[in-house]
């Protein structure tokens, strides 16, 4: 799908008011339905999978794997480093994934599947496509170095991170990719800054972007129709690609599982989590704010972030959360109409 | 089988893991009712006709629609729409356009020559309805729609009742009304005009009727006593009302005054205004605020130059000039006395201060209860006496067409288990879909279409209707402003956001099925159906 037919897709919905932003719609035909609205989703990540319920991980992958399942018509080979998405889908001998699906260490997902990707083009197989996954922990520390090796060399893998903002299975300990004031197992909320510290903490894509690789797209569980438009034309990409996609944790988040799609959304409403495009070094496009809110919202329903509503202190901390905010929404432009809108 | 280097166990699928066993919750698909069929007082299942119609089917919509009420090209004209009063989408944006869609298929109906189904099955039983309006006529339809002969016996020169004799033409077209009185007719539902009803008994036993659904309305006109001088001009809103239809026009002068604060005096003065008075004043005793008019009423009212004169009682009509008292409102609410006097010059005064019921065919029937002159019913509609029943403005009840068409309804469902010697028992009603059972992220903002409304100047002159309808583009857009409260319209949704794939896709029209094999009970689907259709219940463990 390029980027004009789902602008125009997206316009055409907005006729439907009933379902513009479900997951599909009687009313449209099947093509222009998203991959989950159809009955005959590969369903690459199945039933019988341990993770949590509501787990956001679980649902961003499996919306992520359909659409390039979908697009390279089963011609997909998935490389996963170690984290929740490995241990809660592929508990030996037994496994959730239905396709080629490897798995080796925690930091080496990026330069595995560089090399899965170089053994296709021997094998004369260039229709065989590679993504690699992994969780937060697995990509912005302990996979960071292959990773950007595999950007800098443009090889021919597309990257999707789901960020949960932590190391969860592990007993939810702070990751690089951890918000700060979060607490964790590592980052306890007490002393005079609670929870992770401010100033701390990177932001990859970013830092992908910084690459100069060809797309960069940032995407959450809230928003499935824009979640598979970018994963769609990052299949449609040759040369290093990355999608980071904000997937909340109820386990980790301490946040009631049936949270998991309204956080994800807040946190993109709240300006705290900016849905961005980017293309060879430069941002393209974001995604407008529907209904602002202020970040309280997002965070109070997280146990994680408890402390910022205790007292003067915490509140403090709750405004200069704000501010980083603010500043995503000038940044990135989050205010406005949508393009085609 | 042979395993590569290090491994031991045949690799197999997680479908062999049954999470279900996670679950402390469970989620159902449900049903809710939504708030505009809770509040119709004609009981339509709006929800389920606009599904149809915004699926561009109007004619299904249509028969849906006219299971319950067979008068939608009226109901679209005259209904005071508590649907739309009561429509969550209000809370997003604005209402949807309940009442102008229902017109469109109304009159689409019309246009096309839609018929109704006949009866398939004859019960061999014979019901009179006496009155020929709004609550008759709905009776008749769903009586004879059940397979009962029915006769309808009206005192007047055409049906219709209050439809015809008191709504003006400028809010309802005759050929409209016509045609959908002669589409109940065609059913094969007898119409006898001009056969006032004397004596009911006589009359069941003359034409051997097993029951009979009384519905003669309210058209007496109520007077107050008003000290009046000769040669004063005074007649009642009623009458003037009924005489529109006559060759004779009431001839009523420049000046005109109406007395009363309900809808009735609100469409006397627009009749006069259309009738040449340069000069129609409503005088009412209370504020704007306190008036029964329906609002948008006054306000076309005031559009066409009707002026109000609030706070103010009639005390003496003379010739030409009205004496009127200047009220205040107590803390209650009341309007109490002044003692300031002021004049009103005057041709004549119409007085809109309520109807009462004309009981006189009832009289000498046994066991029959009156109560400030309306006749009082059980909930099933029938009145003291066994096989007679009753509805409309006759019964305690608040006067509309919808009320009316309700009743007709209510007691046709009621007189068919009553001559099958069984008592009808309505379906328990599903729990309410209110607004906080809604997810309304996943509905884009679009606000009301407004149908046109005639011009100021051919409205004061003209009896052409005041508002027009909608054409089908934008009928359509309004049909699918409805958000489908409490019931499944198949967007996915549940399918999509079901981490675990434990959400069954059955295909269109069939909705979907829980896998509870697999479900975790984790509750996304139901928190994220944007239309509270998915319910979670606790698992008994």
Known sequence: MSDSTANAATQKLRFY???????????????????????DRSNALTCGHRACQGCGEALGARYAMDVAMRVTRGNLIAVNATGCLEVFTTPYPETSWQMPWLHSLFGNAAAVATGVAAAMRVKSRPEV????????????????????????RNDDVLYI??????????????????????????????????????????????????????????????DLHDLERKVSKAMGIHGARYIHIHVPCPLGWGSASHDTIRLARLAVECGLFPVFEAEHGAVTNSRKIRRP?????????QRRFAHLFKDAAGAKRLAHLQAIADHNIVEYKLLGQEEGA | MKHPFAITLDSGSSLANLTGSWRTMRPVYVDRLPPCNHACPAGENI????????????????????????????????????????????????????????????????????????????????VLVVGAGPSGLSAAYHLRRMGHAVAIHDAGPAAGGMMRFGIPKYRLPRDVLDAEIKRILDLGVELKLNAKVDNILETMKVGRFDAAFLAVGAHIGKRAFIPAGSASKVLDAVTLLRSMEGEDKPLLGRRVVVYGGGNTAIDAARTARRMGATEAIIVYRRTRERMPAHDFEVEEALQEGIMMKWLSTIKRVDEGVLTVEKMRLDEKGFPQPTGEFETLETDSLVLALGQDVDLSLLDGVPELEIKDGTVQVTSNMMTGHAGIFAGGDMVPSERTVTVAVGHGKKA???????????????????????????????YADAPKTVRPMLEGVRRQSTFEEVQGGLDETNALYEARRCLSCGNCFECDNCYGVCPDNAVIKLGPGNRFKFNYDYCKGCSLCATECPCGAIKMVSETI
Request: net charge negative.
């Open chain 1, 161 to 222: 991170c789901y960020d949960n903002e932590g190391y969860m299975n592990t007993g939810v300990q702070r990751s690089s990719a951890t918000p700060p004031t979060a607490r964790t197992a590592t980052t306890p909320a007490m002393g005079p800054e609670p929870g992770n510290v401010f100033g701390t903490g990177k932001s990859l894509p970013r830092i992908a972007v910084a690459h100069g690789i060809p797309y960069v797209a940032t995407a959450t569980v809230a």
């Open chain 2, 47 to 126: 929800q389920d006709w606009l599904y149809h119609a915004e699926s561009g089917d109007y004619e299904k919509a249509w028969r849906v629609l006219t299971q319950d009420n067979p008068l939608p090209a009226v109901m679209g004209r005259v209904c005071y729409h508590p649907c739309e009063g009561a429509c969550n989408r209000a809370q997003v944006d604005e209402a949807v356009g309940i009442n102008s869609v229902e017109r469109f298929l109304g009159d689409e109906a019309i246009k096309r020559n839609w018929r109704f189904t006949p009866p398939e099955q004859k019960t061999g039983k014979r």
């Open chain 1, 17 to 39: 008011q009933k379902g513009t932003f479900t997951v599909g719609n009687r009313l449209v035909p099947d093509a222009e339905r998203s991959v989950q609205a159809s009955i």
């Open chain 1, 293 to 301: 809110v202020p970040v309280d919202e997002y965070l109070k329903p």
């Open chain 1, 129 to 152: 496509r590679v993504i690699a996954q992994g969780g937060d922990g697995g990509t912005t520390d302990i996979g960071f170095g292959c990773l950007s090796g595999m950007f800098e």
């Open chain 2, 412 to 442: 046709a469902r009621h007189i068919d288990a009553w001559l099958g010697g069984a008592v009808y028992a309505a379906p328990e009603k599903h729990e309410l879909a209110s607004f906080d059972k809604l997810n309304t992220w996943y």
